[in-house]
């Protein structure tokens, strides 16, 4: 189940967020929890190359954390907004 484009308070002060491929990323990653880059290109059915671009301005703009573990990357979602609110992560 994924979130509602209204389920976000504030998608205009995270512009990664107007991204229909970004926003199914973060809500993915919300409801799934963390994931590997493997699993997400799998959810996305888009290229690995694609993904990890996403994953990577996200990770970028405060939107997603990562952590590598041997030759897998794992990424979750910041349960803060980078803008310093608090309403993503509800």
Known sequence: MYMKKDDFCCPLAVPQMGD?????I??????EGEKTVAEITRMMKLRQPTVSYHLRM?????????RREGREVYYSVKMQCPEGGGCFGK
């Not at 973060?26 to 409801?31: D, K, P, Q, R, S």
């Not at 996200?58 to 990562?66: D, F, P, R, T």
């Open 26 to 31: 973060y809500e993915y990653l919300m409801t």
């Open 58 to 66: 996200m990770k970028k703009e405060g939107l997603l954390g990562s």
């Open 20 to 24: 229909p491929s970004k926003r199914k």
